[in-house]
């Protein structure tokens, strides 16, 4: 490939102001984070793509097992008579369930549904296990693939198969069975927060946006940069509808049969559709320095001159040992242009180049993919400044997702201002908590209720937005993926 005709990567992505959902899928795909599989609805995660999932699976599984849950592995095959138990819940998935009808060359007696979700199977299984208090809590997560017969797809946001966490839990009493509830809300909202760089809003979903055979389900709701919500992560108080459907009863300390209370929480790979809507720019990828599979790329300017490929890979090994994970990127096949377009697109937070002036100053070269301001680091101690300088992108993504969802989330006392304020953004409004009023809104703007903040204080109005009936609830409204 001759070195001056080289494109220029950043000519094949669609702005995103001329269309976002080009661009997003112009990201994921020179981005190499993913594939369309040959069966429909499916996507084929490529190493990049996956390095990222394996990154978010290694942060929340230990936040899972500090508080108290261990990890299990169900079978993806559900009966379909333990799938009809619960009527709330198979009405809610009747539609997206894929069946096995026959095994081999013999046609099954009863079908077996590709799991949706565990609930039935965990249930069917806690009631073998439990028979007294002293079995109680059980909390457990398993890490699978689920499989929702979508109709339309997109990769990462909606596939027919993907990747994700599913925590079942069972407690003795209500009152603990909330708590676990919103204490794995609060764990998803951290993780978000704080290793994701993505600003959220938590709170209860309505009845009718709730999850199928739950009680209440509390939701974190994402901003995309085109101002819809992605809802992050999911998680549901049960109460005991479950558990009085299959039976699942312990003996109390008072000699007593009583129902266990349930819960279950997950999130799935969708968060690398967050990450990239909410953190991509023209260039393509920004990560999160906590997710990207490769913190610091090295590139050697001249590296054919003594002493710079020797010099860079000491850096390498330097940046490694401090435990960062590094790329060195020594080839000689294309130039430094193409490499700097390359790893922009691919989002890398942080790139060092080191070339014989850098080495005779005794520096190296950075620029950050989140601003792309470059600068001079001191060779000695680079590696204290490297993870400082990337703890830095990190808030520093924070701050502008933050900023642009304060800049567009509105307030509004009437239909009017709801319809426009969800052209861009979410609406915190007003609602009596009426189902009619949710389905008119979404019938005449297509968005839909988000969540209900916990604080309720600060209410927009006194009445409803959409009947204007003495008005319940504080509520988020945004049109969603």
């Not at 984070?33 to 942060?59: F, H, N, S, T």
């Not at 479950?242 to 968060?271: C, M, N, P």
């Not at 609830?473 to 945004?478: D, E, G, Q, T």
Request: aromatic share 10%; net charge negative; proline share 5%.
């Amino acid at each position: 490939m001759a070195k001056n005709k080289e494109p220029a990567f950043v000519e094949h992505i669609t702005p995103r102001s001329e269309d976002f959902s080009q661009w997003y899928t112009d990201v994921i795909l020179k981005a190499d984070l993913v594939d369309y599989a040959p069966v429909r609805g499916c996507m084929v995660i490529k190493p990049y793509g996956y390095g990222i999932w394996e990154l978010i699976q290694k942060e929340m599984d230990a936040r899972f097992k500090a508080t108290g849950h261990s990890n299990v592995y169900f079978p993806m095959l559900i009966p379909e008579s333990l799938l009809l138990k619960e009527a709330e819940h198979v009405e809610g998935f009747a539609p997206e369930v894929a069946w096995v009808t026959q095994g081999g060359t013999e046609k099954l007696q009863e079908r077996l549904a590709i799991r949706p979700t565990s609930e039935t199977l965990f249930c069917a299984m806690y009631s073998k296990w439990v028979q007294s208090w002293r079995d109680l809590p059980m909390k457990y997560n398993q890490w699978c693939s689920v499989m929702r017969w979508e109709k339309s797809t997109r990769p990462f946001l909606r596939t027919s198969e993907f990747l994700w966490q599913e925590g079942h839990t069972i407690h003795a009493t209500p009152e603990e069975a909330q708590e676990e509830t919103l204490l794995m809300l609060e764990v998803y909202r951290e993780f978000s927060e704080n290793v994701m760089n993505i600003p959220v809003f938590t709170g209860q979903k309505s009845d009718k946006e709730k999850f199928a055979g739950a009680r209440a389900t509390y939701s974190m709701e994402a901003m995309m940069q085109d101002g819809k919500a992605l809802q992050a992560g999911t998680s549901h108080n049960f109460g005991t509808n479950f558990a009085e459907v299959f039976d699942i009863q312990y003996l109390s300390k008072d000699g007593k049969l009583e129902y266990v209370h349930e819960t279950s929480w997950g999130v799935s790979t969708r968060l690398i559709g967050a990450l990239i809507m909410t953190h991509g720019d023209e260039r393509g990828l920004r990560l999160p320095p906590k997710l990207a599979p490769i913190q610091v790329v090295i590139l050697p300017i001249a590296a054919h001159k003594p002493g710079v490929l020797d010099k860079a890979t000491e850096l390498a090994k330097t940046l490694e040992a401090a435990g960062l994970r590094v790329e060195l990127d020594d080839r000689d096949t294309v130039s430094a242009g193409w490499k700097f377009n390359e790893w922009e697109l691919k989002g890398v937070p942080l790139r060092l180049e080191l070339g014989p002036r850098d080495i005779a100053q005794g520096q190296v070269t950075f620029v950050r993919r989140d601003t792309l301001e470059k600068g001079q680091l001191p060779l000695e101690g680079i590696a204290r400044a490297a993870r400082d300088l990337l703890e830095e992108v990190g808030r520093a993504l924070y701050r502008q997702a933050e900023e642009f969802k304060d800049a567009h989330t509105y307030i509004a006392r009437n239909m009017e201002e709801l319809t426009e304020g969800v052209q861009t953004g979410f609406v915190r409004a007003s609602w009596c908590g009426c189902r009619e009023c949710e389905d008119e809104i979404k019938e005449k703007t297509t968005a839909t209720s988000r969540n209900m903040p916990f604080d309720q204080s600060d209410m927009p109005s006194d009445v409803c937005v959409c009947c204007g009936k003495p008005a319940a609830k504080v509520m988020y409204f945004a049109k969603a993926y």
